[in-house]
């Protein structure tokens, strides 16, 4: 198998479980949007699970990553090492954090609630610890199976995962709040306690789920020694920290607008306003996921090929074959807004209420092709273990995201806020371009690349803002920029099709 086809397969199976669990939450949002009372409900919503990303790259400590590459780096004796320290990295954060979150319940409470009732955060925060937690604490071990080659363990647990969220939502959100009316079983069973239309059982939901993969992991956990190697420890956090800030900037970059949200356009209508904000993002699940499919196949993919003589020939390939499928699908997202918009219709006394946040989708799918080409020239800076330009570039990202959110949300709200993470990213990418030439050029066909993504933001735009959203013309569009590519890439399409030996 070729190293192209090694990556697609690896990118395939690690990542279908990831597209699955995007998919069903894609697929789970028309529900919360109907049975939430109001757009301020799932505005919160988002705002939590903002805050969860940050807090999750907190906990992780960049272990992902620095497992992987010092997997590569040590002898293989001293393997168990590396997966030793980078749990226990892992467990002393998640205590660290259980304990802060447990003594500030009370101020953090008060914080998030901003008016509303205290006692209900008090509650969505003591589950989002416990789910931060069970969730860190799974980083190493899930790894770990990845490094081991393991795609049949690693799917099976992830979809024990979804399929818990997916149930038990549906028990506490669609199912018993109809039982209770027509059963005097199901009645007597929720007296007392159940609440309908309560967002918290969302937020349950994910920590029984969470917590039942922990379980599952145990034979994982327990091969641990729970000890430290220092100097091989010292010399993996001299490599993570970096990493770590950069992936709290890289959050900041891509999450502080609905972190922050509520506090810039504060009182009810910034809270609708991150409602309709959060509901329409999910209409971009479809690049979202990609990307993260790729991130799980790339990862070990980049590092493992690192000493091959033709990798910076492979980068270069990878990039280009991505950027083609992350186009097409920005715009067969973008041609079929017009019954893709169903999926985020609102309850009976809010049917339309997020379409409003529709002319947002197009520079959101635009952002999400961006910030899969930057994962792309990441690899350079983690090859040469220089990840200190991580840290250089994801903090003046996240420099320009705090500035241009505090100006322009306030003023634009949402708008504001995708077009400040364009702004963001586009630098970004310029940044890790110009140095990772220089320490690790790889031989990218920079006029190719850049024309794909010019024809694909244009199609996207006409399609919308020309045509508003025509079925028909939109895909026609589509189908005649799938004829273009299908013949310029003629070539290699043929010799995936008709030589399998050969990319």
Known sequence: ???????????????????????????????????????????????????????????????????????????????????????????????????????????????????????????????????????????????????????????????????????????????????????TFWAGFAEGWFIEGWLGYVFLSNLLASSVTLLLLLPEILTLQLRIDKVLMKDMLRYSFPILVANISFIINENLDKMFFPKLLPGDTGKMELGIYGAVAKIAVFLSLFVTAFRLG?????????????????????????????????????????????????????????????????????????????????????????????????????LITIVLNVLLIPRYSYVGAVVSTTVVYLVMVGLSLFWGQKYYPIPYRFVKIGAYLVVGLLLSWVSYFVFDSNFWIGNGMLMALCLVVIFLERDILRRVLFNRNRF
């Open 298 to 398: 790339s990862e070990p993919f980049f590092f493992s090929h690192a000493k091959n003589k033709d990798a910076p020939r492979t980068y270069a390939q990878i990039m280009e074959y991505f950027v083609i499928f992350m186009v097409l699908i920005m715009v067969a997202v973008t041609v079929n807004l017009d019954w893709l918009k169903y999926y985020i219709e609102g309850n009976e006394a809010q049917p339309d209420v997020y379409w409003s946040g529709l002319k947002i989708v197009p520079i959101l799918l635009f952002n999400y092709v961006l910030l899969g080409v930057y994962m792309n020239l990441s690899v350079w800076y983690k090859l040469t273990d220089q990840t200190q330009y991580a840290l250089y570039i994801s903090g003046l990202g996240a």
């Open 1 to 183: 198998m070729s190293s192209v086809k090694k990556f697609v397969s690896d990118t395939v199976i690690y990542g279908f479980t990831t597209i699955v669990s995007r998919m069903l939450s894609f697929l789970m949002t028309p529900i919360y949007l109907k049975k939430f009372k109001d757009a301020a409900v799932y505005g919160v919503y988002s705002n939590f699970y903002a805050w969860v990303s940050m807090l999750n790259a907190l906990l992780a400590f960049g272990m992902e990553t620095t497992f992987f590459r010092y997997l590569q780096k040590v002898e293989e004796k001293d393997q168990r090492k590396v997966y030793n320290n980078s749990f226990m990295v892992t467990l002393m954060t998640s205590i660290l954090l259980l304990f802060s979150v447990f003594l500030c319940i009370g101020p953090l409470s008060r914080w998030f609630a901003d008016g509303d009732p205290v006692d209900d955060y008090t509650q969505y925060i003591k589950y989002f610890a416990l789910i931060l937690v069970t969730d860190a604490l799974a980083v190493v071990p899930f790894a770990k199976l990845r490094a081991q080659g393991r795609p049949i363990r690693y799917s099976y647990l992830k979809f024990v995962n979804i399929l818990i969220t997916v149930f038990a939502n549906l028990f506490l959100i669609v199912f018993l709040p109809s039982w209770v009316h027509q059963s």
